[in-house]
């Protein structure tokens, strides 16, 4: 296992640039859906409303520029490097296969998203109560980085083994009989995920081709992200359930008990913290 230690400025420079250039592309999508055999004059006068550089001369197509193809291919390069450089932080779970290490990195994806969530909401209340003069956007896009954030936060809880789980009847059961309800929680997750990919992904694919839109003032195109972005995080919790499954096979038993909710590092700390004060 590699060493424990605090992360690095790269390793919180790279989530924040994936952000930004994902960020990028979501918004610059139909100039893609356009170019790479999307139709409609409806989808081309929406892009004509908010392509962030109209002035910018089109390279491959109709609409897409140099700077939407910059941020495309950096989208890539940034996740596996953020993939080889994300270290574990000391309160989190040992397990550290490649695949963990990709559900890791997606959780510090999340962390940025979540401070990213939180500067927009303080700029709006600023505005709008300071300056009198809310925003048409804030609102809607904070429900939009909620949604991303609730369900990549779902697969680096799966990764972590901090989900609810309820071990009152299971730490009673012999090792053996403890294997058998691993593997039953582990195939019914992986089929209610096949399941929800098969009947999810033609309505997500044609929300997503024809880029359906909030119908709001901002107008972001929540349906044909979030819906997408269910069956992609859905197929990856599934996957990291089978990873979990394989990687704790062989592990001790563990025993559960009230214990467990206290953070011993914390514990310390407010322990030295209460020593230098008297």
Excluded at 32 to 47: R, T, V
Excluded at 125 to 141: C, I, P
Excluded at 189 to 206: C, S
Aim: charged share 15%.
């Amino acid at each position: 296992m590699e060493e424990e230690r605090n992360g690095t400025l790269v390793e919180w420079l790279v989530p924040l640039g994936l952000v930004f250039c994902t960020g990028w592309v979501i918004w610059q999508m139909p100039a893609f859906i356009l170019d790479w055999g999307g139709h409609g004059d409806q989808l081309a006068a929406h892009f004509g409303r908010v392509d962030l550089t109209p002035n910018l001369s089109p390279i491959m197509g109709a609409h897409i520029d140099i700077l939407d193809l910059v941020f495309l291919i950096a989208i890539p390069i940034l996740f596996v490097l953020g993939v080889r450089t994300v270290r574990r932080a000391p309160m989190e779970f040992e397990s550290w296969r490649a695949l963990d290490r990709v559900a890791v990195f997606i959780g510090r994806v999340t962390m940025m998203l979540v401070v990213v969530l939180c500067c927009v909401m303080l700029y709006e209340v600023f505005v709008r109560y300071v300056l009198n003069a809310g925003t048409l956007w804030a609102n809607e896009l904070s429900l939009w980085l909620a949604g991303f954030i609730f369900l990549c936060a779902g697969l680096y809880a799966m990764q972590q083994r901090s989900h609810i789980r309820i071990f009152l009847i299971y730490d009673m059961m012999p090792r053996w009989l403890q294997h058998v309800c691993d593997v039953v929680s582990t195939a019914l997750i992986v089929t209610f995920a096949f399941f929800l990919v098969y009947g999810g992904y033609g309505e997500a694919l044609q929300k997503f081709g024809r880029w359906e839109l909030y119908g709001s003032a901002f107008n972001p195109p929540l349906p044909a992200t979030i819906k997408i972005t269910i069956l992609i995080v859905i197929s990856l919790v599934a996957i990291q359930s089978v990873i979990n499954l394989i990687s704790d096979w062989n592990e001790e038993p563990v025993v559960h008990s009230a214990a467990d909710d206290i953070d011993q590092d914390e514990l310390e700390r407010l322990k030295k913290a209460v020593g230098s004060d008297n």
